[in-house]
């Protein structure tokens, strides 16, 4: 591992360890390209991971202070957890589920293929799926991605037998257990899924891909990484021209330093890489920095979402076995006779018993919800997850007042549901419903949306520089060493979970990254 | 080792403090195999007994489990006496929510029917009080191992190799998804 020192201005500074930072950071250094890589949290192991939902939430979520505004129901329930996402060396790679789909082409062009929609501040990325397919096939094989490159889909649990079911009896034709980045086999040195049903609390066999023990370790082993883990950035400082060249950060005693760069990437997912943006403002840059488009920021999507429960007469125990451990993608189609534009997917989901009370039904108590906690181990369980569409006014912006313990002023999580969003959930809640009643479900329990674990768009990728705040490789249109390389660069939401797309372009990004610096470009 | 751990920490036995005690019912079956004896004994370092029995029962009114066994309610008892000590606030909140139902119920709200004490707790819903109650009994009522047993929850897989040869797949009242759908395992 290298060890760069502070005043070294030829690294490249990664912000952020995740599915965008820590893929970057490897490919970078794979490149022979010098890379401090700095994490807000601390470093934990497949050996510390806990099978426990609380205590392990206290371990990887990220926690620092937030507020939230608008009409959206997870200001209502969680006004200080906007999101539910990581602070720990590997992002929320450590918590996600693992579901690893591609986007749809048209899903490149929603203003193109759409058409105009009140209220919605729709835009065509500026590339398309073709050009991102080489990239995804090269993610899928790093991820080692099922029924990808080969690898045998993972078996099914419980819950996957009552969605399948289902879905047979409702006449949907896409039904399995999905494109996911957990080992069917051994792999990639990684052993294969034991089934524990932990994989939101961190993956103990390491099974689930992760930038923690994949990509991390593996741009250590290249003698080119510099892993600084509870390091909190400040600021991102510039030059007289307007470069950028250090970052600011404080260590775990609160201490600061000013690493020097030659280019800095963002990575600190959709809420703080325009928090981080938006705290550099300086007297050149007095909106925030890369900011003449005035959106960093805006267009904060989270996907739709919500969650379909039913019980049944017989036992499930969901717990059992991989979370996500199948997918219904017929309603992913974009199908206006339905009401709504763009499409959703159906994908298992189970909670804990601990986590059941916490997310059931926010706020509730007496009979109906301990009924349903009676009924815990006959219950099955999906997620829904659909495009949501941008608005200007769904933006992170810094809170008036209130600061963190650096004295940096915290963010605001604005959002209001766009009417499109209220349709297609509505819909999304009714087929859902559906496919548990198809196979005899005594109730069905509509779940309103978690906190956010899908954030996307506050810096987006535009052809033009008015439109958005970096260019089709994650560049900023203002500032050219300044990268955003995470799901800030997201046009739009697209259906899918997007952590499959943030690795592509990660990858995409480090070879447009190392022919720039090797031509002296940046 | 799970017994070892439940005698320290939830069924402390002493003779200083208050102390609410209990007996395991009969029917609390998968309760009492993790329990050391039928016995449990709640001690107090802050509210009194009566406060916490009054809790206990507001608890119960407030996420009525009926076959769930005090012994779990008093684990809601447990962490907020534990806040009440640590929070003076927390402790007159508490104090001056139950001298507020005794009044409401015209001096002792536990001699009254079920009923009514619903009733008369229904009509705090929202209150400081209740929310206090709701909300540490929403992760204290669920977030321990007497009501994983209760409710069926398994817990932590990791040490017993997960689920991959412990019933993943053991649900047999729907059909079996074909292996396209579901691959066999490896």
Redo the contacts between chains.
């Keep these: 591992m290298a060890n760069y020192k502070m005043n070294d201005n030829d690294v490249v500074v990664i912000i952020g360890s995740g599915a965008g930072g820590g893929t970057l950071a490897n490919e970078l250094c794979q490149q022979g390209v010098g890379v401090v890589l700095l994490e807000a949290g601390k470093r934990q192991s497949t050996k510390s991971f806990?099978?426990?939902?609380?205590e392990s939430f206290g371990q990887l979520a990220w926690l620092e202070p937030r507020t939230t505004s608008g009409s959206w129901r997870v200001a209502k329930d969680f006004s200080g957890l906007p999101a539910w996402i990581c602070k720990t060396v590997g992002g929320s790679t450590v918590h996600w589920a693992g579901a690893s789909l591609r986007l749809q082409e048209h899903e490149f062009h929603t203003k193109t293929e759409y058409g105009d929609i009140d209220g919605a501040n729709l835009l065509d990325w500026p590339i398309s799926l073709k050009d991102l397919e080489p990239y995804y096939a090269r993610a899928e094989d790093k991820m080692g991605v099922t029924r990808t490159n080969d690898i045998?889909?993972?078996?099914?649990?419980?819950n996957?037998?009552?969605m399948?079911?289902g879905a047979t009896k409702l006449g949907y034709k896409h039904?399995?257990?999905g494109r996911m980045a957990i080992n069917?086999?051994p792999r990639d040195g990684r052993a294969?899924?034991?089934?524990?049903?932990?994989c939101f609390q961190g993956c103990?066999?390491g099974a689930k891909w992760s930038t923690l023990y994949t990509e991390i370790p593996e741009a250590e082993a290249t003698g080119k990484l510099d892993l600084r883990p509870e390091s909190y950035v400040l600021q991102i400082q510039h030059d007289k021209s307007g470069k950028v060249n250090g970052v600011l950060y404080a260590d775990a005693n609160g201490e600061q330093h000013l690493q020097k760069a030659r280019a800095v990437c963002v990575a600190g997912n959709s809420i703080e890489t325009p928090r981080l943006l938006l705290n550099s403002a300086s007297s050149m840059y007095a909106d925030g920095m890369a900011n003449s488009s005035g959106q960093v920021g805006q267009n904060y999507m989270r996907h739709m979402t919500g969650s379909v429960y039913a019980t049944f007469d017989?036992?499930?125990?969901m717990?059992?076995?991989t979370t996500m451990a199948?997918i219904i993608s017929d309603e992913s189609v974009h199908d206006t006779k339905r009401g709504f534009a763009g499409g959703y997917e159906m994908e298992t989901v189970s909670l804990?018993?601990?986590f059941?009370?916490?997310f059931l039904d926010p706020g509730a108590?007496?009979?109906k919800?301990?009924e349903a906690?009676?009924n815990?181990?006959n219950m099955a369980g999906m997620w829904l997850v659909g495009e949501d569409l941008p608005q200007e006014s769904n933006a992170v912006t810094l809170h008036s007042e209130q600061k963190d313990q650096h004295g940096m002023p915290v963010p605001d999580v604005h959002f209001d549901d766009h009417p499109n969003d209220i349709a297609m959930r509505e819909h999304a809640y009714q087929q859902g419903s559906a496919v548990y009643d198809a196979?005899g479900a005594n109730k069905t329990y509509r779940v309103p949306p978690y906190p956010s674990t899908h954030n996307l768009g506050t810096c987006r990728m535009s052809k033009y520089a008015k439109d958005g705040v970096c260019n089709k490789y994650g560049q900023t249109h203002d500032i050219k060493n300044l990268f955003i390389s995470d799901g800030s660069q997201f046009t739009t939401s697209a259906a899918e979970n997007p952590t499959l797309t943030i690795v592509s372009l990660a990858i995409r990004q480090a070879e447009y990254i190392a022919k720039q610096l090797s031509s002296k470009a940046i | 080792m799970l017994e070892n751990k439940l005698t320290r920490r939830d069924f402390i036995k002493s003779s200083g403090g208050a102390v609410i005690i209990g007996t395991l019912a009969t029917s609390s079956v998968a309760i009492s195999m993790l329990a050391p004896s039928n016995t449990w004994a709640l001690e107090l370092s802050k509210l009194d007994e009566n406060t916490g029995k009054m809790i206990l029962h507001v608890t119960r009114h407030?996420?009525?489990?009926k076959t769930l066994d005090d012994a779990v309610y008093a684990l809601v008892v447990k962490d907020l006496d534990a806040a009440a000590s640590a929070d003076e606030s927390v402790y007159k909140l508490l104090q001056n929510g139950i001298t507020e139902l005794n009044n409401s119920a015209g001096g002792d709200w536990m001699v009254l029917d079920t009923n009514k004490q619903f009733s008369l707790v229904e009509a705090m819903?929202g209150s400081d009080f209740f929310e206090k109650i709701?909300s540490t009994s929403?992760?204290s009522?669920?977030?321990n191992d007497m009501?994983?047993a209760h409710?069926?929850?398994?817990?932590?897989?990791?040490?017993k190799?997960?689920?991959?040869n412990?019933?993943?797949?053991?649900?047999d009242?729907?059909?079996?998804?074909p292996d396209?759908?579901?691959?066999?395992?490896?």
């Design positions: 806990v099978n426990n939902e609380w045998p889909g993972l078996p099914g649990n419980n996957f037998k009552v399948y079911a039904c399995h257990t069917s086999r294969s899924c034991l089934q524990l049903g932990f103990k066999t017989k036992p499930v125990s717990w059992r076995g199948g804990g018993l601990p059941m009370a916490a108590w007496g009979s919800f301990t906690m009676d815990y181990r196979v | 407030i996420f009525p489990h819903a709701r929403i992760v009522l669920y977030n009501a994983w409710f069926g929850y398994e817990g932590p897989a990791w040490s190799g997960g689920y991959i412990r019933g993943f797949q053991d649900l009242w729907l059909p079996e998804p396209a759908a579901s691959p066999l395992k490896a």
